[in-house]
């Protein structure tokens, strides 16, 4: 291990000396085939020969997180340490060009200026609901860990009352790092309030549909991630873990539906896809799902409809994440036909590939595992732009955020529409909603 290659480094942080030692520990003979990483010891690699459901829910199980999903292949954010152990376990890694190194003809890479910051958005919820009183309104529904504000944005017409109709949520930055899908939270609020009594469909929708926003609802790891001049590649909140120096939680691998039960998150508080100690350990994750209990009124659940925005992959998935089964206990035939109807739909707006998320590989934890089984809420997952690391990865130029949260317009407002009734996409209204 070359330690000249770092040189202009004074100090190494703790993490750093550990990430060392466990390198030389565990793949130092296949890590040294790896090319050095000046940049710092986390960035993304492929991983080659891994090209079905099943391989890739074993190489999920080592830990590692999945960025991306290849015709025969994936790519993985892994520091040296995670890329050595996994070298040593036989996969075949190769280190990838940081988004900063690509040049010549390929999209450029982002700047943390690119995007907007926790503060900003926060400027932004404020400018709407002081622009339009009677249709957007805003409350804080908790604190992350570092006691950052959560916040959920309403809006429909008579915004201030309690309507009786149906409500569609949208959820953003669960992981930190994907911030295009906070811009894609600023363009709904932007289109749905300045289009309301211009565009007819968003006027209708919005006269007969609550809407709720949670532009960010990991604020800690979205700050942790954008803030200190360059991106850190950070995918979890910053909550620490006793007994070890690895910080945060998966939050999307945190809800309370067959939490960890499926080898589908990791046990140790290193792994990007740690599901924490307990089902809701994380406050975020509590926070959000506090927040959807208390929209049962009446013994019933408003939000029938349900996105949560992640990148990257251009995907639309749907329930289940721990079964490659298509039905399963609380999935029936109908269930699984509509989701099945509903997503594609979506993904017929937008050019997305629309599937069952465990055709990718098995996630257990997930929030829309638990939106559907716990709280009977049609939830699907979109992976935004871009499909590949070659278009950015986690960090697109911000040249592109217009045209790609623009892109997911359709597949809004098809679900709201839907929202009423989603059983009427196959036909079973009559069954279920009468
Ligand atoms: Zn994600």
Not at 253 to 260: D, Q, T
Not at 282 to 304: K, L, M, N, W, Y
Not at 311 to 325: D, H, I, M, Q, S
């Amino acid at each position: 291990m070359r330690i000249s290659g770092r040189g202009r480094r004074t100090t190494f942080s703790a993490a750093a000396v550990i990430a060392l030692a466990l390198a030389l520990l565990f793949g130092a003979g296949q890590a040294t085939a790896l090319p050095a990483d000046p940049e710092g010891s986390v960035r993304q690699y492929a991983v080659a020969g891994v090209d079905t459901a099943a391989e890739r829910t074993r190489l999920a199980r080592t830990g590692t997180a999945i960025d991306e999903v290849r015709e025969d292949s994936v790519v993985i954010t892994a520091d040296r340490a995670q890329a050595g152990r996994l070298s040593g376990l036989g996969y075949r890694l190769t280190a990838l060009t940081a988004p900063a190194e690509r040049r010549g003809g390929l999209p450029g890479a982002a700047a943390p200026a690119d995007y907007h910051t926790y503060g900003q958005v926060l400027t932004a919820v404020n400018a709407a609901r002081a622009q339009y009183p009677s249709l957007v309104s805003s409350r804080v529904i908790g604190r992350s860990y570092q006691g950052r504000d959560i916040v959920a944005i309403k809006i429909s017409d008579n915004v201030a009352a309690d309507e009786a109709e149906p409500e569609v949520l949208f959820t953003h930055n669960q992981h930190a790092r994907e911030h295009l899908t906070v811009e894609m939270a600023l363009y709904l609020l932007d289109e749905l309030t300045t289009q309301y009594g211009t565009d007819p469909e968003i006027t209708q929708l919005l006269n007969t549909r609550e809407v709720w926003i949670i532009p960010s609802v990991n604020p800690d790891g979205k700050v942790y991630d954008q803030e200190s001049g360059s991106f850190r590649n950070w995918r979890k909140n910053r909550q620490p873990n006793s007994g070890t120096t690895a910080v945060g939680t998966d939050l999307n691998r945190n809800w309370a539906y067959r939490w960890g039960c499926c080898g589908g998150s990791s046990g140790s508080p290193s792994s990007d896809t740690y599901r924490g100690p307990s089902a809701e350990s994380a406050p975020e994750t509590r926070v959000v799902a506090d927040f959807v209990r208390s929209r049962i009124v009446g013994g019933q659940q408003q939000i029938t409809a349900h996105i949560d925005f992640h990148t990257y992959g251009e995907l639309v998935l749907w329930p289940f994440g721990y079964t490659y089964a298509d039905t399963a206990t609380g999935l029936t035939q109908d269930d699984a036909a509509t989701f099945r109807a509903l997503g594609t739909a979506l993904a017929d707006t937008n050019g997305y590939t629309p599937q069952q998320s465990s055709d990718l590989y098995i996630t257990d934890g997930s929030v829309g595992d638990w939106m559907w089984a716990d709280q009977g809420i049609f939830s699907f997952t979109f992976e935004m732009y871009p499909t590949s690391a070659f278009g950015g990865g986690f960090y697109p130029p911000g040249s592109v955020i217009p045209r790609e949260t623009a892109r997911n317009r359709e597949a809004v407002l098809t679900l709201l529409q839907y929202a009423d009734c989603a059983y009427r996409i196959i036909g079973a209204e009559a069954r279920y909603c009468a």
